[in-house]
C-alpha cells in the first residue's frame, strides 16, 4: 500500500493570500489570518455517467463523414474499430518512445514506464483480445477500460481521445503488474472518510451552528447577515462574485471597514484591524477565527461541480457562530454534519414575505402578452439574444439581459436598469443565473423551456431548479425593504403576490406539479481530496506520467463516509489536458492552474490558458499587454451589436479574468494588475454599451423564423423516460435528429447564425 496520510484539509484558493497583506495594501500589515498550506483540494470525476436524454451537439470532423452534422452517430464495424485501436497504439507506442518523461530527464516516457521492455507488448496483446471479445476471464478493469473505448468512437477528436485511453490504460497495466510483483505494493486509496478532522481549528471550539431555512424572499439571509453586521467580525461566503460585492459595498456604504475576497478582485481595507469580509465560497478564510461566519445558499453543498466548496465553509469555519441560509431540504444532512462535529444546531424557518402563485395559464407563445416586470428565463446564450431581440421586435419597449457568462458588474448594471420604474426597460430575459438571490424586481416569472443543457446532455429542470427560480417572482420590495418598514400592517396590505408561469402551453404542467411538489431532502455533501494527495502521489509514480491521469485515477481510487460524495472535475480534467504539454510545470502549479477559471469551449481563451501556463513554467515575468494571446485588440474595433463582436468581448473578459486569478497566486510572474483592471473595466463598458444601445436585428429574427417554418422539430421530452421512445419528422435531416433537444429555436437561431451554442449560461 502506498501510504498516504491524511492531512488536514487546505484549499489552494486561500493559498495565494499569504502575500495579500503586501501585495494590495502597502499600509497594512501580514497577519497570521493570511498564512496558509499551499496544499490544495482534487476533484473527482463521476465513474458512471448520468443517464442521457441525447447526445450533445458535436461538430464531427472525420475521413469517414466529413459533413456529419453535431451530435449525429456513426457505426462502425468491429474491424473498422480494431483498426482505430490499432493505428493508435502504434501511435502511441511512437509518441512514448520519443517525447522525454521530463524537461530535466534523459528518460523517454515509454523507457520511463517500461525500462526493461517487459510490459508493452502483454499489454497490446490485451488491448486487441479486449476489443475482439477473445479474451478470457475478463475482469472488471478489462470492461471499464473496452466501455473507455467504446466512449471514443462517436467523439469530434476520437484520434486523441482514443490515445488518451489506451495511454492511461497502460500506464494501470504496468502499476498493477509492478503491485503484483510486489504485495507491498498496491493501489493507492487515500482515506477520505473523516473530513471533519482535516479542520482541526474548528473542531477545538464548541460552534453555535445557526440554519436558516425557508423559501426565497423570506428574509433568511438579512437576518444572517444583521447579526454578522452586530458582531463586526467574521465573514460572508457567497456562490456568485456579485453577491460577494453587494455586501461588501453594503458594509462599507454603512462606514464599516470590510474586505473583498472573489477570485480575481481582492480589495483589502487600509485598516489594519478590519475583520469583516465578504467572499465568494471557494474563496473563504476557514483560518483565522471570527465571531461569525454566515454561508448562504447552504443548499449546494450538493452541487455535482462546487459542492466541495460549502462543505469546505462548513466543516472549517472557526467562527463561534455558524449562519447557513437556505432550503429547508437541507436540513436533515445539516442535522447529521453537526452531530458528527460536536456543534449545537438552532433551526430558524422562515416563510415568503409575499405570496407566490403558479398562473393558470400561459403566454401562449404570444410575447405581446408580456406586462412590465415580467422576466423571461431560458438557457442558453444563443436563446437569451434572440428571445431580447424578438421582445423588442413585438413591443416596441427595452429588455435588460442578465446570464452567467456577464462580467458580474454588466449583471448589476443589467440589473439596475430592469429595477429602475422611471426608465423604458420593461421586461428582463435572463438564464437560471437569477435563482442565486440576485436582487431583482420581477413580478412574474415566466418560463421560456424546462429542459437545459448540463455541458454533457439535455436534462429537465428538476423540482428544487423550479422552485429556486420561481421563487424569484414578486420581488418588486426586497426582503431588506419589506422588514424594514415601520408600518407592518400596511406593508402587508400592499405586498405584491409573485406570479409563475410558461411562454408555451405544453411547459405548464411540468412547472405547477414542481412547484407544488416537495423538495427532496439532500442527503449528500460534495467533497474533494486536500491537495497534498496530489504531490505525494506524483512523487512515488514513474517520471512523465500525464497530471490527468493522476488527477482522475487518484479521485475515482478514494473510499468516502456514506454522508458525502466526490465532485465532478470535467473541467479541471480538460485543463490539465489542455497544459499537459507544456514542459517545466511542478506538480503543485499544476494543480493551482487546473482550479483556475480557464477552461472554456472558445478556443482563443485555451490558447490564453496554455501561454499564461507556458509563462509560469518559464518563471518569466509578464504583463497583460506582453501576452499575444490576450486579443486586447478587439478594444480598437468599433462597437456593434453583432453576436460575433459581444463574443469576441466576452471572451477577452474571460482572458482578463484568467490573467487577474493567476497574477493574484504567482505574484511575482503577472504583473501590473492596475493594467490588466482597466482593460477589464474597458471591456465590460463596451459589454454595457453593447447590450443598451442595440436593439433587434429584424434581419436575423426573419431568417430564424423562416428556418423554423421549413423545419417540423419534435416536442421536447418532459421525462427522462420518454427521450428513447421519440419519432422524428420523415422529412428531417437525419444529421439534425440529436440537434432538437437543445429546443427548436436554439437550433433555428444557431443555424441562422451558421455557428454553433459554445458559451454555456453559467451563473
Known sequence: MLAISTRRGQCLFCSFRALLATSTSPNRQRSSRYEYSSSAPLWREKTKPPRRHAEPPRKVRSSTTPNRRPGSHINLSPEAISNRVRTSLESLKKRLASTKADSDSELTQLAALDPDRIYWDGFKSKIEQIVTGSRENRTAEDDRLLAEIGHTQNSTEWRADLERVLHFGFIDHVLLRKAGQDPGDKSVRPDLRYPTEWYTAARQIQRDVHLHIGPTNSGKTYNALKRLEESGSGFYAGPLRL???????????????????????????????????????????????????????????????????????????????????????????????????????????????????????????????????????????????????????????????????????????????????????????????????????????????????????TEQLTVPQIKQIGGRAGRYRSSHQAMNTSNKSENATEVNVGLVTTLNDEDLPVVRDAMAAEDPPIKLAGLLP???????????????????????????????????????IRDQSRIARIIESIRGLTTNQRVVLTAAPGYSSSNDVTLVMKALAQVIAEQRQVTVVDVAEINLEVLEKPISGEREYL????????????????????????????????????????????????SANPELRKRVLSYKKRMDFPKIPTHEADASNLDFPANQDPALRLDWTRGSEEVAFEEAQSAPATVPAHA
Open 243 to 457: 453577491l460577494a460585492h453587494e455586501v461588501f459595498s453594503r458594509f462599507k456604504a454603512k462606514g464599516l471597514s470590510c474586505d473583498l475576497v472573489t477570485g480575481d478582485d481582492v480589495r483589502i481595507d487600509d485598516n489594519p484591524n478590519v475583520m469583516l469580509s465578504a467572499s465568494t465560497v471557494e474563496m473563504v478564510d476557514v483560518t483565522t477565527p471570527v465571531e461569525v461566519a454566515v454561508i448562504d445558499e447552504i443548499q449546494m453543498m450538493a452541487s455535482e461541480d462546487r459542492g466541495w466548496a460549502w462543505t469546505r465553509a462548513f466543516l472549517g469555519a472557526n467562527a463561534k457562530e455558524v449562519h447557513l441560509c437556505g432550503e429547508a431540504r437541507v436540513l436533515p444532512l445539516i442535522r447529521e454534519l453537526t452531530a458528527s462535529t460536536g456543534d449545537s444546531l438552532h433551526v430558524h424557518e422562515y416563510k415568503r414575505l409575499n405570496p407566490l402563485k403558479v398562473m393558470s395559464k400561459s403566454l401562449g407563445g404570444n410575447l405581446k402578452n408580456l406586462r412590465k416586470g415580467d422576466c423571461i428565463v431560458t438557457f442558453s446564450v444563443f436563446s437569451l439574444h434572440a428571445m431580447k431581440k424578438q421582445i423588442e421586435l413585438d413591443t416596441g419597449r427595452r429588455c435588460a439581459i442578465v446570464y452567467g457568462s456577464l462580467p458580474p458588474e454588466t449583471r448589476a448594471q443589467q440589473a439596475a436598469l430592469f429595477n429602475d420604474p422611471d426608465n423604458d426597460y420593461d421586461f428582463l430575459v435572463a438564464s437560471d443565473a437569477i435563482g442565486m438571490g440576485l436582487n431583482l424586481s420581477v413580478k412574474r416569472i415566466i418560463f421560456h423551456g424546462v429542459s437545459k443543457y448540463n455541458g454533457s446532455y
Open 530 to 568: 486536500p491537495g497534498d494527495f496530489m504531490e505525494d502521489l506524483a512523487t512515488r509514480l514513474p517520471e512523465g506520467i500525464p497530471f490527468e491521469y493522476i488527477l482522475k485515477r487518484l479521485c475515482q481510487s478514494a473510499t468516502i463516509h456514506r454522508r458525502f460524495k466526490l465532485c465532478n
Open 647 to 694: 463574443q469576441s468581448l466576452e471572451d477577452l473578459h474571460k482572458s482578463l479574468i484568467l490573467f487577474l486569478w493567476l497574477s493574484y497566486r504567482f505574484i511575482g510572474t503577472f504583473k501590473d494588475r492596475d493594467m490588466a483592471m482597466y482593460a477589464k473595466e474597458m471591456v465590460e463598458d463596451r459589454i454595457n454599451t453593447c447590450l443598451r444601445e442595440f
